[in-house]
């Protein structure tokens, strides 16, 4: 079993940044694949970026060169700094836990509660 809590989530300008974290409970955190996703109002939940427990990365085209995905395992923690914001990228940003290394929402098992950016222009 592992919970999610994320954090860090804000109101910001157009062109800021924000550092997302995610804290996991469960002594087998470094064993998942991590993900984030969002959802912004009215569309469906779309993946973000994700981190293999070796610390391999995959993003989303749209967020490729502005988004970077980190884990500290000693933390339980992964990390999701945002920059170069656009107001296109106001969503609710959830953190997953997956045993396999997916885009699909549906491979993720376990899912945080969201954390809310929104990007004013």
């Known amino acids: 079993q592992v919970q999610l809590v994320e954090s860090g989530g804000g109101l910001v300008q157009a062109g800021g940044s924000l550092r997302l974290s995610c804290a996991a409970s469960?002594?087998?955190?470094?064993?998942?694949?991590m993900g984030w996703f969002r959802q912004a109002p009215g569309k469906e939940r779309e993946f973000v970026a994700r981190?293999?427990?070796?610390?391999?990365?995959y993003y989303a085209d749209s967020v490729k060169d502005r988004f970077t995905i980190s884990r500290d395992n000693a933390k339980n923690t992964v990390y999701l700094q945002i920059g170069s914001l656009k107001p296109e990228d106001t969503a609710i940003y959830y953190c997953?836990?997956?045993?396999?290394?997916?885009?699909?929402?549906?491979?993720?098992?376990?899912w945080g509660q969201g954390t809310q950016v929104t990007v004013s222009p």
């Open positions: 981190i293999w427990s070796s610390g391999s990365t």
């Open positions: 469960g002594r087998t955190f470094s064993s998942f694949a």
């Open positions: 997953a836990a997956s045993n396999i290394a997916t885009t699909s929402s549906s491979g993720y098992r376990y």
